[in-house]
């Protein structure tokens, strides 16, 4: 393919594209496919000779989106909103077309540069305090990060060496193993699956701390564990809080912990993977008070801020602790200007797209102003869910509603719920997901795709209804008929 050809089919894969999108609500939302199904569609080996674009293009529609979950189509309210606009798409392009590998500032000025910025604009939609930005000569700032899971092993081990080091230059007598033996690191127990898998990988065990009434972990439980844990000659040196959790939307009550592991030296780190976007409004910015004590704070603008995957913002008060425990030099990375940003210290991998592209693109083809009505939107139309799940007295709201996620189920038992669920997602005209709520089998709506309107969200509770009523039907069937007298000779 050359480049006349590539303007071509450029046009045409942008045509396909937007034709997708526009039509989409016209597709199955859910996959009607068996596990395997792709293989027997293509060839077991990779051709030998080249296939004309023509015949790749016609397989897209026979092979590929059979089997594609359709995450923006407005009938998708499973998991959470995976972010996605035209601005964020054109960006990519752009960014696979100068394909650099940013892992310094010699590798990619650019890259570099624009992504500490775009950071630190993020950070003031957010009204973060000044010691997580960089600046010109902040001893803090931010970096993209693949995944909230990425972000919050890296603050995990960030902490491990830090404390490692504390230690040891008290006690120099004490070895790596046995300190970290002794190390402990706490997180909700409504905290997302990957909190406990850094913790797993950071080779230290991680205690999932009880929640109250509202899902959230509070000062006092913390405090008394910590105790505990001392007392038992523990070294507590991390806390994971979570704002806006994975089954409930739930809030760690940070302006209580915060302070406690101030006080007790432990690295408070933030996750706020979807909720983090709407602290861009002033009406929720309120639920970040108390990242003023974090160590480390990150979210998703992937998830909820119109940015597309991969792009997981992560700040920190001091560069220097991630940098510490992470910074390798060999002399083949070196050059010149060794002090003006090399991000690959503050990640896993070495490499790195150029990603911050998608932030410049969308904050400035939308402003804040088109942000935050966008955030607003989606609440609003969780709003409207909650209101006709609560005028149905066969229903009841199962978690406080605070942005775009609904926590609902039908009165009954955890059985009848999930045969619920299962009738809806096998009609695979909408699609979502449970979870569990005090030991409760509960439903979760979260608005999810750019186009969703209310005419959706009014289709989506009348189907939910309607399969409502067959279920409490077949139900009233099944009792009557085993509570009958036996009529039969």
Not at 288 to 314: R, T
Not at 406 to 417: I, T
Request: aromatic share 10%; proline share 5%.
């Amino acid at each position: 393919m050359d480049a006349a050809e590539f303007r071509r089919r450029g046009k045409e894969m942008v045509d396909y594209v937007a034709d997708y999108l526009e039509n989409i609500e016209k597709r199955q939302v859910y996959p009607d496919v068996e596990p395997g199904y792709l293989r027997s569609l293509i060839p077991e080996e990779a051709p030998e000779e080249a296939e004309s674009y023509e015949d790749v293009v016609k397989d897209i529609e026979r092979v590929i989106m059979p089997g594609v979950t359709h995450w923006h189509s407005p009938y998708f309210y499973a998991y959470f909103p995976t972010a996605h606009s035209f601005p964020a798409m054109l960006a990519d392009m752009l960014c696979g077309a100068i394909g650099c590998i940013g892992f310094s500032w010699a590798a990619s000025p650019a890259c570099t540069e624009l992504e500490t910025v775009m950071l630190d604009w993020l950070g003031k939609m957010l009204k973060l305090p000044e010691d997580f930005l960089a600046g010109t000569e902040g001893r803090g700032g931010g970096v993209i990060q693949g995944t909230a899971s990425e972000a919050t092993l890296i603050a995990l081990l960030a902490a491990r060496s830090k404390i490692v080091k504390l230690i040891q230059a008290d006690h120099p007598d004490r070895s790596e193993t046995d300190i970290i033996s002794k190390l402990v690191a706490y997180s909700s127990d409504q905290a997302h699956s990957s909190v406990e898998r850094a913790g797993l990988i950071g080779g230290v065990r991680m205690k999932k701390m009880p929640t109250d009434s509202k899902f959230s972990v509070r000062g006092a439980a913390l405090q008394k564990v910590l105790e505990e844990d001392r007392a038992a000659g523990l070294i507590p040196f991390f806390f994971c809080a979570t704002l806006g959790t994975t089954p409930s939307c739930a809030f760690d009550c940070i302006t209580e912990l915060g302070p406690i592991c101030n006080a007790e030296k432990i690295w408070m780190h933030i996750d706020a993977a979807y909720a983090g976007s709407a602290f861009i409004c002033p009406e929720f910015r309120p639920l970040l008070n108390g990242v003023e004590f974090a160590d480390s704070f990150n979210f998703n603008p992937h998830k909820w801020l119109l940015v597309n995957f991969d792009c997981s913002a992560m700040w920190v008060k001091k560069r220097s602790d991630i940098i510490g425990a992470f910074k390798m030099e060999p002399l083949y990375l070196k050059h010149d200007h060794q002090e003006s940003g090399n991000q690959s210290h503050w990640q896993i991998p070495l490499g790195r797209r150029f990603r911050s592209l998608k932030m410049w693109f969308v904050f400035r083809m939308y402003g804040l102003k088109g942000l935050q009505a966008y955030i607003r939107k989606h609440v609003g139309l969780a709003k409207e869910f909650e209101t006709l799940v609560r005028a149905d007295q066969r229903f009841e709201i199962s978690a406080d509603v605070v942005l775009g996620l609904v926590c609902f189920r039908f009165k009954g038992s955890n059985e009848l719920n999930e045969t619920l669920l299962k009738r809806i997602n096998r009609a695979r005209k909408i699609h979502l997901v449970p979870c569990q709520l005090a030991g409760k089998f509960v439903l979760r709506f979260a608005v999810c795709a750019r186009t969703t309107e209310s005419r959706h969200v009014q289709e989506a509770w009348s189907h939910i209804s309607h399969l409502a009523s067959e279920l409490d039907a077949s139900v009233t069937s099944i009792t009557r008929r085993q509570g009958a007298p036996n009529t039969g000779p």
